[in-house]
């Protein structure tokens, strides 16, 4: 698949999965009973990580979706501290947002309305963070730091991952394109703690011109005769 056909694929996954994210944020205001939604894109996470890591966060997420589609443009596109990347942080972030929503349901507890509710105004809060860090530093930092992502992150750990090829001349084109802004040629490095952030969107796949990237082994195969 050439680059520009995977970048159509995913804006066109991603233009069905967005709206959600409006639709609770902003609707959910008006009809609280919309924020019970986030719970199935919590599920959803997590539930795809323990078959294909971070996917879900690739078009499945509404916000994930969102933060591309919208904050890609618009976006400064500088580095992404490490700040957001440190085990601690994302630990700390986790802990902070569903502190804040458990409080929340204890005090709501048997007011579904009430339970929708604090879901939208977690929702709504973590998006406008979302927004500012996607405009300000990357469309993809909240993606670091989102509770969920971080738990797909965990379970994706045990998972095999994407393999370099030994046609790799390390030209840095699928750095570019990783909308994680992670290193796809280093992932399977046995030091590497990034490779389960990927979201699998194929875009380094599709964009290395030594075809020395694959999910499928082959390339790690290439690089076991070439040894
Ligand atoms: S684009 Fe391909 S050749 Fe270039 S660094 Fe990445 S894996 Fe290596
Ligand atoms: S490493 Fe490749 S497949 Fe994974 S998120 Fe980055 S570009 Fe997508």
């Excluded at 993809?140 to 989102?146: E, P, S, V, Y």
Aim: glycine share 8%; hydrophobic share 45%; proline share 4%.
């Amino acid at each position: 698949m050439k680059v520009h056909e995977n970048m159509l694929r995913r804006v066109n996954l991603q233009a069905y999965t967005w709206v959600v994210l409006p639709l609770v944020a902003i609707g959910g205001w008006f009809y609280p009973l919309l924020g019970f939604l986030l719970l199935g894109c919590m599920l959803g996470a997590v539930g795809v990580s323990f078959f294909r890591g971070r996917n879900w966060c690739d078009w499945m997420c509404p916000r994930g979706a969102f933060l591309d589609l919208f904050l890609g443009p618009i976006s400064r596109k500088i580095t992404i501290p490490s700040f957001f990347k440190q085990a601690a942080v994302r630990i700390f972030m986790l802990l902070l947002i569903f502190t804040v929503l458990g409080v929340q349901f204890y005090l709501a507890w048997g007011d579904l309305q009430a339970m929708g509710l604090a879901l939208v105004r977690v929702l709504t809060v973590t998006t406008v963070a979302g927004i500012l860090l996607g405009w300000s530093i990357h469309p993809r930092t909240w993606c670091h730091i989102c509770p969920m992502g971080t738990v797909a992150h965990w379970i994706a750990r045990r998972q095999k991952t994407l393999q370099t090829g030994s046609s790799c001349i390390s030209c840095g084109i699928c750095a570019k394109v990783c909308p994680m802004q992670l290193n796809p040629n280093e992932l399977d490095k046995e030091n590497s703690d990034e490779y389960s952030d990927c979201l699998r969107c194929n875009s380094c796949v599709n964009s290395c011109p030594q075809k020395a990237l694959s999910f499928e082994g082959r390339a790690a195969v290439n690089r076991q005769k070439a040894a």
